[in-house]
């Protein structure tokens, strides 16, 4: 990380990744930061009592603001835990990984995902992104998009050709984006990574707005698409379920 948030980022994670408090040497080694840039974050962080200064120069150790906030984490961790037990049965139903993504800066956002038993998978943790043009998810997103937006970001810059399936034609994936507008579903057949295939749903908010996708995903050779495409009602059934706590949360709030 190379911005300023990253950095302060870097400091905190090693603070909170120690059990016993750190010294500003030992956080300069651990974070591999510039000695007068973890003096300058150790200092403003001091000042907003995220960190705190132990008595006796020994060390940072964390400060009322990170434990508060840590506090916080554990009590709203049942909406996140609500959510993981949607994907846990839905996996438990499909037998292959499956995902909660939103759509975030011209890009699939993962949020939320459950692995499957099988040792050879994709592994992408929540906070990773994929593109659009060659997902399933993105390519729900991008057939949902005011027509405007969408031709800006198909004519935008030249479709990246991750494999051989890559539909790099705007036309053409035009064509097919009309038909998921449609259908509601949406599929990959190797057009991101070689060998995998995958099919996503949308989940709705208020409004019948769509706040995500839950998506299904699988390496070819062990599940093939027309196999994939039969699970879409349990799909949709764990996608009605998300919708249905984000807009409780909604109305919590």
Same mark, same amino acid.
């Given at each position: 990380?190379?911005?300023?948030?990253?950095?302060?980022?870097?400091?905190?994670?090693? !603070?909170?990744?120690?059990?016993?408090? @750190?010294?500003?040497?030992? @956080? !300069?080694? /651990?974070?591999?930061?510039?000695?007068?840039?973890? =003096?300058?974050?150790?200092?403003?962080?001091?000042?907003?009592?995220?960190?705190?200064?132990?008595?006796?120069?020994?060390?940072?150790?964390?400060?009322?603001?990170?434990?508060?906030?840590?506090?916080?984490?554990?009590?709203?961790?049942?909406?996140?835990?609500?959510?993981?037990?949607?994907?846990?049965?839905?996996?438990?139903?499909?037998?292959?990984?499956?995902?909660?993504?939103?759509?975030?800066?011209?890009?699939?956002?993962? !949020?939320?995902?459950?692995?499957?038993?099988?040792?050879?998978? %994709?592994?992408? $943790?929540?906070?990773?992104?994929?593109?659009?043009?060659?997902?399933?998810?993105?390519?729900? =997103?991008?057939?949902?998009?005011?027509?405007?937006?969408?031709?800006?970001?198909?004519?935008?810059?030249?479709?990246?050709?991750?494999?051989?399936?890559?539909?790099?034609?705007?036309?053409?994936?035009?064509?097919?984006?009309?038909?998921?507008?449609?259908?509601?579903?949406?599929?990959?057949?190797?057009?991101?990574?070689?060998?995998?295939?995958?099919?996503?749903?949308?989940? =709705?908010? @208020?409004?019948?707005?769509?706040?995500?996708?839950?998506?299904? $995903? /699988?390496?070819? /050779?062990? %599940?093939?698409?027309?196999?994939?495409?039969?699970?879409?009602?349990?799909?949709?059934?764990?996608?009605?379920?998300?919708?249905?706590? =984000?807009?409780?949360?909604? $109305?919590?709030?």
């Amino acid at each position: 990380m190379g911005n300023a948030t990253g950095r302060t980022m870097e400091v905190l994670y090693a !603070v909170a990744s120690s059990a016993v408090p @750190l010294t500003a040497e030992q @956080l !300069v080694e /651990a974070t591999k930061l510039p000695r007068a840039t973890v =003096y300058r974050l150790i200092a403003a962080l001091c000042e907003r009592q995220v960190l705190l200064r132990e008595p006796k120069n020994a060390g940072f150790s964390p400060g009322p603001k990170l434990n508060e906030l840590s506090l916080r984490l554990m009590a709203n961790g049942s909406f996140q835990s609500a959510r993981h037990s949607i994907l846990q049965v839905l996996v438990s139903q499909v037998g292959e990984t499956c995902n909660f993504t939103t759509y975030h800066d011209g890009a699939v956002l993962y !949020v939320d995902r459950v692995e499957s038993k099988w040792p050879l998978r %994709l592994s992408l $943790h929540p906070g990773s992104s994929t593109p659009l043009f060659c997902t399933s998810s993105g390519k729900l =997103y991008l057939s949902l998009m005011p027509a405007a937006q969408r031709k800006r970001l198909l004519n935008a810059t030249p479709i990246a050709k991750y494999t051989e399936k890559t539909i790099t034609d705007p036309d053409v994936l035009e064509r097919e984006l009309r038909q998921i507008r449609r259908s509601r579903v949406s599929t990959d057949d190797e057009g991101f990574l070689a060998g995998l295939i995958s099919v996503a749903v949308p989940v =709705y908010g @208020l409004n019948k707005t769509v706040i995500g996708t839950v998506s299904v $995903h /699988a390496l070819e /050779a062990r %599940l093939s698409l027309p196999r994939a495409l039969a699970f879409v009602p349990q799909l949709r059934r764990a996608a009605a379920d998300l919708g249905s706590a =984000y807009r409780r949360l909604s $109305h919590a709030t």
